[in-house]
């Protein structure tokens, strides 16, 4: 028997390996980037702004930390995108058992980061401007009330609350009945993600928080890296010789 090179099955299975590498990167970078933008966030601006009062109240924070207001909000809109595809990259662990349901938690989940991205726009940049705007405080509120009570302000809100709360309870539910990773590791990611998703602007006190989390994306991102396809080790064999030449007479 001699041995037949795949070079197509050793390429897509490099392609796949490297794909999935890519993919387990974002689980670090998103937990960096949330952690960034809440200890980054001047503390009480972080916040769904419903009525003028506290509108106004913001606002005379938000007057004295703009440019702080845009890097806090730059960094939530990017670990916002990397959560998104960090569920993806999840769901990717999960076989056999709790594939459906993990498939549908990176779904709810990564629409949940897509519609968090939305929602932090009207948080962060709306709110930096309007505090640096020519105009008064007053204006300024109603301006900012005015689109968080919006039709447009209101769904993407809801879908944001409704993603951060299920899609990690559903993502947690198929790590454990996958068993793809230790249980131990799906609890860690649920309630990692649950705490650091209900942190409030409060200074850098809120990195002692977010710690679980970070420490249930690295240690989800060196599962993914390890369950990246192997390369290509078992050749195609063929037949040699005689038999061979015989066998490949009747083929053809």
């Given amino acids: 028997m001699t041995e037949v090179k795949n ?3 050793e390429s897509a299975n490099s392609a796949a390996r490297t794909r999935q590498r890519i993919l387990a990167l974002f689980l670090p970078v998103a937990a960096v980037l949330y952690i960034s933008a809440e200890a980054l966030s001047p503390k009480g601006t972080d916040q769904v702004l419903t009525t003028t009062s506290s509108a106004v109240k913001v606002l005379a924070i938000a007057s004295k930390h ?22 993806a990259a ?8 709790g594939s459906a349901l993990a498939t549908t938690a990176a779904l709810i989940g990564g629409l949940g980061a897509f519609c968090g991205a939305i929602t932090n726009v009207m948080v962060y ?9 020519h105009m008064s ?16 302000g209101h769904a993407f809100t809801y879908a ?3 993603g951060i709360y299920a ?11 996958s068993r793809s990773v230790p249980r131990w590791l799906a609890v860690l990611f649920f309630a990692g993600l649950e705490v650091a998703q209900q942190m409030s602007s409060a200074g850098i006190i ?3 928080f977010m710690l679980p989390f970070a420490a249930a994306m690295i240690l989800l991102a060196a599962w993914i890296w390890r369950a990246s396809p192997a390369p290509a080790s078992s050749p195609n064999l063929k037949p040699s010789g005689a038999a061979g030449e015989q066998l490949t007479e009747l083929v053809r």
Avoid at 90 to 97: E, N
Avoid at 167 to 177: E, F, K, S, Y
């Fill in 160 to 162: 944001y609350f409704l």
């Fill in 90 to 97: 999840i769901a990717g662990l999960v076989r056999h058992r």
């Fill in 137 to 152: 405080p007053g204006a300024a509120a109603q301006f900012l009330v005015t689109t968080f009570n919006s039709g447009f």
């Fill in 66 to 87: 703009p440019a702080q207001l845009y890097l806090a909000g730059s960094c939530a809109l990017l670990a916002l995108g990397a959560l998104a595809v960090s569920y």
């Fill in 206 to 208: 809120v990195v002692v």
């Fill in 125 to 133: 940049p709306n709110l930096a401007a309007a505090a640096t705007a």
């Fill in 167 to 177: 899609g990690p309870v559903l993502m947690g539910i198929a790590l454990w009945r």
């Fill in 7 to 9: 070079p197509a099955g």
